[in-house]
């Protein structure tokens, strides 16, 4: 119950706002949205703490995917034409380690996104902060879908409101950026329901899957040595049709030509949001779709293929963020090159990989979505993002500064500051793999570490250090100020869990790892599976 009011409540406070302050002033309809998104906050912080309280399910009782809170409601039964057991479609939510550490890093940013955004959207207020809370509705839907058709709805569901975002309080090009936005992302999305719709009729009937949406349950009726699973040549079919959403998503490259564009023009929550969670869409999709339930395809296709497309994603969006004007679009082209992190780690395929793929989606939600409420806050004081109008602003502004500093050591991967674990264990994982090319794979992931402290830290050098070069803004420059309270309060708990996670990541590491470790099991028992069909051949 307590996972359908966590899904529900921001759409809920998002309808009361329309109708409620459709023409009100924008402050009331502020103070509402932030009212809401703290409640969904608490709501999440219970959903973990009831999480946390359940005992583990024993090992031998695990499959490749187990959730251990669920809600399972059945609407509509059918007879199987086969002669089986009626067929059941169900509204099955849930959480496992995985979705509670995305769940908490959404409702987090939408707290944030509320306060970056006080005072920049004042026409459609209340329009605004309904659309930012559809959104926050569609991502917690998301991670809590078990059921594929719901987790599809949800996951097309995301790209409206935040289409709303993007060209109704965007900048000059919002249109245009909008809609290759949402054409991008529709046109890969629906390959990918036909890939899943394929799966389903594909599954064999000696299967004997009752719920034939559910993500688990066929999980684990396609498992290699358990279940009956589905040919390498159907594998791979599926495969790249599943993922040709996902990779959009991401985005990979070179799929990614929307994603710049996309940020430019957002205002500041919607950048937020999309690049700390809504890109994370296409990374948890791989990893509750493709992985468990497409294991030789994914081995056999998608190893070299994705870790190909990353490596060479991290070096390009590396070199592109390197010869950037605009601080937002550099940030940008950094979310193409930190993905590739997370993606080079996902298919490593085994519990170094996993782990620091998952840890980099949490990690570079953290520090990128700060990152753009920074830039936000820097744009409403000067009106401008160009590094060649700036230079010495530390001294002007001196806390902006420091937390510009920070966070930008954070998205670099300091020791010490959470983005250094989960590259470190996305590249050990690579490097330990039984990929052919793993060495080079690993060597040019390093690379772009080192890429990646070469843009981040000429950025700072350029528009925060050597001699101040202030941009004048309707001959006003005297009358900037440092961050204010509202502003340093949207951002200590983004710089706060960066520390923690960077100090403490074994607080994240154990609350995934039987999610991981259900995944790494299976390919242990992929190629098992693979000698027991060939021994049945005739």
Not at 276 to 289: A, D, E, H, N, S
Request: hydrophobic share 55%.
């Amino acid at each position: 119950m307590l996972l359908i009011v966590l899904i529900l409540s921001p759409l809920v406070a998002a309808a009361l706002l329309l109708l409620l302050d459709f023409r009100a002033p924008a402050e009331r309809a502020r103070w509402a949205a932030l009212g809401a998104t703290l409640v969904t906050f608490a709501l999440s912080l219970g959903v973990a703490a009831q999480f946390l309280d359940l005992p583990d399910i024993p090992a031998k009782e695990r499959q490749t995917i187990t959730p251990r809170m669920e809600l399972r409601h059945t609407w509509l039964t059918m007879s199987d034409p086969s002669g089986g057991d009626p067929l059941r479609f169900e509204f099955y939510l849930g959480v496992d380690g995985v979705s509670v550490a995305l769940i908490l890093l959404t409702t987090v940013l939408c707290v944030s996104s509320v306060l970056v955004s006080w005072t920049s959207i004042t026409e459609r207020a209340a329009e605004f902060y309904a659309s930012l809370l559809v959104l926050e509705t569609g991502l917690i839907g998301v991670f809590c879908a078990f059921d594929m058709l719901l987790f599809y709805v949800f996951f097309e569901f995301t790209l409206i409101p935040l289409y709303l975002l993007i060209g109704i309080w965007g900048g000059p090009l919002r249109r245009y950026a909008a809609n290759k936005f949402f054409l991008y992302t529709l046109a890969g999305s629906l390959i990918t329901l036909l890939g899943l719709v394929s799966l389903v009729l594909m599954a064999p009937p000696e299967a004997g899957l009752q719920t034939p949406f559910s993500i688990p349950d066929l999980a684990w009726a396609l498992h290699p040595v358990h279940g009956h699973p589905l040919p390498a040549a159907t594998q791979t079919a599926l495969f790249l049709a599943i993922a040709a959403g996902f990779l959009v998503k991401v985005p990979v490259f070179p799929f990614h030509t929307w994603l710049p564009l996309a940020h430019v023009e957002a205002p500041t929550a919607g950048s937020v949001l999309l690049a700390g969670v809504l890109l994370k869409l296409g990374t948890y999709g791989f990893l509750r779709l493709c992985l468990p339930m497409l294991p030789e395809a994914c081995l056999t296709t998608g190893v070299p293929l994705i870790a190909a497309l990353s490596v060479v994603g991290i070096i390009y969006g590396s070199f592109c963020a390197l010869v950037q004007n605009d601080i937002k679009k550099l940030v940008a082209y950094s979310s193409v090159a930190h993905l590739g992190f997370c993606m080079l780690g996902l298919f490593a395929l085994n519990a170094e990989g996993i782990t620091g793929g998952v840890l980099q989606m949490i990690n570079h939600g953290l520090s990128t979505g700060a990152l753009f409420c920074l830039v936000g806050m820097f744009y409403e004081r000067y009106h401008t993002r160009m590094l060649t109008d700036l230079g010495g602003l530390a001294s002007r502004l001196p806390r902006l500064g420091v937390l510009m500093v920070f966070i930008s050591l954070a998205s670099i991967g300091l020791p010490g500051l959470n983005g250094f674990v989960g590259e470190v264990l996305a590249l050990a994982g690579m490097f330990r793999s039984q990929t052919e090319y793993a060495f080079l794979y690993t060597a040019l992931g390093a690379l772009g570490v080192v890429l990646g402290a070469w843009y981040l830290l000429g950025m700072l050098q350029k528009a925060f250090f050597g001699p101040l070069e202030e941009p004048q803004h309707g001959g006003h420059a005297a009358d900037i100020r440092d961050l204010n309270a509202r502003e340093i309060l949207a951002l200590l708990p983004l710089a706060a869990l960066c520390l923690y996670l960077g100090l403490f990541p074994q607080t994240l590491i154990d609350l995934i790892q039987p999610d991981v470790e259900g995944i790494v099991t299976l390919y242990r028992d992929v190629p098992a599976g693979v000698a027991l069909r060939a021994e049945m051949l005739p």
